[in-house]
Each structure stands twice: as structure tokens, then as C-alpha cells.
């Protein structure tokens, strides 16, 4: 079982910057993949950023520009770097890693969530 401690939300005026950061334990297999995903009051959970453990990136079209995904893998951490915030940008944070089995079968775990307001 894979265990996600998420960090580094609060609460910050328009225009300003938070990083996040989600440490990754327990894991059996190998991480495939980390990312970010947000869910803003009354509306569906989102894809924000990913990162393979390639380095390959991948951002939701919102974010672009001014979100940067990042990982330390000797520390199976990510992070994700929150920069030009909006107040759409206010929601709770949630790390997800992928892990794959040497069967090549895929895992996905959540971490708890970590809220993000950005005031106007």
C-alpha cells in the first residue's frame, strides 16, 4: 500500500506563488507516473500536471505556463510549482502516483488533499 503525504497548500493573494510538494512511500512496484489533480467546491475532480518517470510532462491547458511539475525521484517526491495564481485556481490539491507490477499491471493512489485558496 502506497502512502501520500501532501504539503505546502495555503492561502495566497492573486498573482502570487505556491509550491507543493507529495512524498511517496511503501510502494511494492516501480512508479510509472505522478501528477496532480484539484477539485474545486461543487465541481468534478481535474487533471492539473503529470510527470513520467521519463520526464515526459503534461499540463491541463489552464495551468500551462504557469504551473511546473517536477520530481526528485531518489526521494520519490513531487512537486509542483504554482506560480500567476487565480482565484479559479482555488480548490483542494490531490498527488496521485501510478505504479506498474512487473506483470505490468497499473495502480493509482490518492494522497488526502490539501487546499489551495487564492484570493481576488
Known amino acids: 500500500q502506497v502512502q501520500l503525504v501532501e504539503s505546502g497548500g495555503g492561502l495566497v493573494q492573486a498573482g502570487g506563488s505556491l509550491r507543493l510538494s507529495c512524498v511517496a512511500s511503501?510502494?511494492?512496484?516501480?512508479?510509472?507516473?505522478m501528477g496532480w489533480y484539484r477539485q474545486a467546491p461543487g465541481k468534478q475532480r481535474e487533471f492539473v500536471a503529470v510527470i513520467a518517470t521519463g520526464g515526459d510532462t503534461r499540463y491541463a491547458d489552464s495551468v500551462k505556463g504557469r504551473f511546473t511539475i517536477s520530481t526528485d525521484n531518489a526521494k520519490n517526491t513531487v512537486y509542483l510549482q504554482m506560480n500567476s495564481l487565480r482565484p479559479e485556481d482555488t480548490a483542494v490539491y490531490y498527488c496521485?502516483?501510478?505504479?506498474?507490477?512487473?506483470?505490468?499491471?497499473?495502480?493509482?493512489?490518492w494522497g488526502q488533499g490539501t487546499q489551495v485558496t487564492v484570493s481576488s
Open positions: 496521485n502516483v501510478r505504479t506498474v507490477s512487473v506483470l505490468g499491471v497499473t495502480y493509482n493512489y
Open positions: 511503501g510502494s511494492r512496484f516501480s512508479i510509472d507516473a
